[in-house]
């Protein structure tokens, strides 16, 4: 019997219709296991994932290995995405074990939950020195079998060894200027200079590091971090990695040079990456930083919004390639023919030299994906939108890939700081609004009476996973950026009640911080990860959210709690600047103060909205805003604030001491 349907994970629900009979992660899982005497298989994936996709159809979709499975295991399904704890712990054994990881991750555990087989995809017959995913299978329930004391040893070896890891994480101390340009040093040296962005293929966007870059470049003038920032950022949005047509990024390329995508399009790179150009926009003021930010805020608003209001989690690799076959990328590529029976001989011509298209293809089967290589010379811009358009419009006739729909706490908290500060800065309400529905939909359906989040929704239904830090700390970064960019202090409050949360629930000795809550499920390990990688860390994310709170409010236990948690980056930041990214920018933002902006006034009053503008595109590193009427009670930092001269005015603090009020917005923009 599949267990399975009656889930809200798209991933499960892919599998709710598998011969294997499935079961969700859960206590009846194990028990079903230990009365049965068998071992649990667990399957690990997500909905966008290619080889997930291909695991399941060459092996949970065949009857036979199905059978197999059944007779001799109880197989659990779980999607990554909803429940990063169980991932992350077995993921750590994995590598632990084999020293690489990956998804499908396939672990065999004792009913206790303790692992002591690994491995990842596995395919149906023996193929390139893996076995098959039937010898797999009868090789661990043989081992079951006949040396149950040996599996026994291994799964308390291996359960002894994670239990006993510790995490140093810096000791005494904060990161200061010594470390951060260490930091800086070792990016240098691993910055691929012809091509953008940092170490080898497969190359993945660096949206964090990015940040850090910005952010030391305004604190420090250091014209190398900029320019590093400002060539990568460029490189993506020419490469393949980004969709020229529909806007949005693929989640990282297969090759140095961006050229070809792994084509999954995930919303938190896409939000962290709308956010980093926009950022880029700040400091430098290109036309392209402009383009890509809102083409990117564009795409996720018209592809992932959900009709609740949030954003959905992805967009599958694969699709109908109109053979029937489901094939990566189908959707996005083109070849000369195809282009010239959308545009005619002429206009294909153009196209092709435009986005790069040749004969041999730069992808498979002679299809290419688009790019938009240097030109030798001018472009007609009328006539490219044209193509562009008629391209955009051909396409939509295609299959779409598919679209996992739910709602994960984080990333639309992601999301939300990403389009309330896209629209703030380019004078586009609508994301505004679109960022405001997205935090409504959070307040209502992800958290409770008490604060505590839901990991998960899908069609306004919430999941029954709980939150873990990155939602805590994602969603209150969210909150803070449209608290700044709407002038509404609820959202403030709400930032500061999951904040609260993280304090009280996730918090260990010394500043370090876990992954998940001191009530939550209990695992074979308690999770801790401070490394940034696909997105912030929970770790690093709440560090930056807690600096930000109590830049707000004043909060000395906020403060502290952040300092506490940046000594990871004290430690990590010299020796593995790629993998703390977010933690270095945060670390930027409190040697720089954070600076308080406090802009008073009349809503009408055209210098006090000029001035609110103003701060908003300050690139002092993490500042905080807070606008509205003098005194009043939405914000602390307008407290004691008055009007000049009856007129509005900023005011601006840093290191607990605040500059004399201004009221000319050319002014307030050289102090920030």
Not at 401 to 410: E, L, S
Not at 605 to 618: G, H, I, K, S, Y
Request: net charge negative; proline share 6%; charged share 25%.
């Amino acid at each position: 019997m599949n267990r399975l349907a009656g889930t809200t994970s798209p991933y499960l629900l892919q599998h709710a219709d598998n011969p294997v009979d499935w079961w969700p992660w859960g206590p009846e899982a194990f028990e079903e296991a230990k009365r049965r005497d068998v071992p649990v298989l667990l399957s690990v994936g997500y909905s966008a994932c290619h080889w997930c996709h291909v695991m399941a159809h060459e092996s949970f979709e065949d009857d036979a290995i199905a059978g197999l499975v059944n007779e001799h295991f109880v197989a659990v399904k779980v999607d990554r995405e909803e429940r990063p704890d169980v991932d992350a712990v077995y993921m750590e054994a994995v590598q632990a074990a084999t020293g690489q990881g990956g998804w499908p991750m396939t672990v065999f555990l004792t009913p206790d939950a303790a692992p002591f087989y690994f491995g990842t995809y596995f395919p149906p017959e023996p193929r390139h020195g893996m076995p098959s995913f039937p010898e797999v299978l009868e090789g661990v329930k043989d081992a079951w079998a006949d040396r149950r004391d040996e599996v026994g040893e291994v799964a308390e070896r291996i359960v002894k060894d994670l239990a006993g890891r510790s995490l140093a994480y810096g000791g005494e101390g904060v990161p200061g200027e010594e470390e951060l340009a260490q930091a800086l040093l070792g990016l240098t040296r691993e910055y691929d200079a012809p091509r953008g962005g940092f170490g080898g293929a497969p190359k993945f966007p660096p949206s964090m590091t990015l940040e850090f870059l910005l952010r030391h470049h305004a604190r420090t003038g250091a014209e190398g971090a900029l320019q590093m920032a400002a060539d990568t950022c460029e490189a993506m949005a020419r490469g393949g990695i980004y969709d020229q047509l529909g806007g949005g990024f693929a989640r990282y390329a297969v090759d140095r040079a961006w050229v070809v995508p792994h084509f999954e399009k995930m919303l938190y790179d896409n939000a962290l990456l709308c956010r980093a150009y926009a950022h880029l926009w700040k400091a430098t003021g290109s036309d392209l930083a402009r383009r890509v930010a809102l083409e990117t805020a564009d795409f996720m608003v018209r592809e992932l919004r959900t009709p609740e209001g949030g954003f959905a989690s992805a967009l599958d690799a694969d699709s109908d390639d109109g053979t029937g076959r489901h094939v990566e990328g189908a959707y996005y590529v083109w070849t000369p023919a195809q282009l010239t029976e959308v545009l005619g001989a002429e206009d294909a011509a153009l196209a092709a030299a435009h986005y790069g298209v040749t004969e041999a293809g730069t992808f498979e089967h002679g299809s290419s994906v688009l790019q938009l290589p240097q030109q030798a010379g001018p472009v007609d811009a009328d006539r490219i939108a044209s193509i562009a358009a008629r391209l955009l419009a051909a396409r939509e006739e295609r299959e779409r890939p598919g679209r996992d729909d739910k709602v994960v706490a984080a990333w639309n908290g992601l999301a939300i700081a990403a389009l309330a500060e896209t629209g703030a800065l380019f004078d586009r309400p609508d994301l505004v609004e679109r960022a405001t529905e997205a935090a409504d939909l959070l307040v209502r359906v992800h958290m409770d009476e008490s604060a505590r989040l839901t990991r998960t929704s899908k069609d306004g239904r919430a999941g029954t996973n709980a939150g873990v830090l990155e939602d805590y700390a994602d969603v209150a970064e969210g909150f803070l950026a449209l608290a700044a960019v709407t002038g509404e202090g609820a959202w403030l409050e709400f930032a500061g009640f999951l904040l609260d949360i993280v304090l009280d629930r996730f918090t260990a000795e010394g500043g370090a911080l876990y992954d998940t809550a001191h009530d939550a499920e209990a695992l074979i390990r308690r999770p801790q990860d401070p490394t940034d990688n696909a997105t912030p860390s929970g770790w690093t994310a709440a560090a930056g959210a807690l600096l930000s709170y109590a830049a707000h409010t004043g909060s000395d236990a906020h403060r502290a709690a952040a300092e506490g948690a940046l000594g990871v980056v004290k430690a990590l930041g010299p020796r593995a600047p790629r993998f703390i990214g977010w933690g270095l920018a945060v670390s930027e933002a409190l040697l720089d103060g954070p600076r308080e902006i406090a802009v008073v006034g009349a809503p009408g009053d055209e210098v006090f909205q000029e001035l609110r503008r103003t701060a908003l595109r300050a690139t002092a590193p993490g500042a905080v805003l807070a606008s509205g009427a003098p005194d009043s009670e939405e914000f602390p930092l307008l407290g004691d604030r008055p009007l000049v001269s009856g007129g509005a005015a900023a005011y601006v603090c840093r290191h607990f001491t605040c500059d004399a009020p201004v009221t000319d917005p050319e002014e307030l923009r050289r102090k920030l």
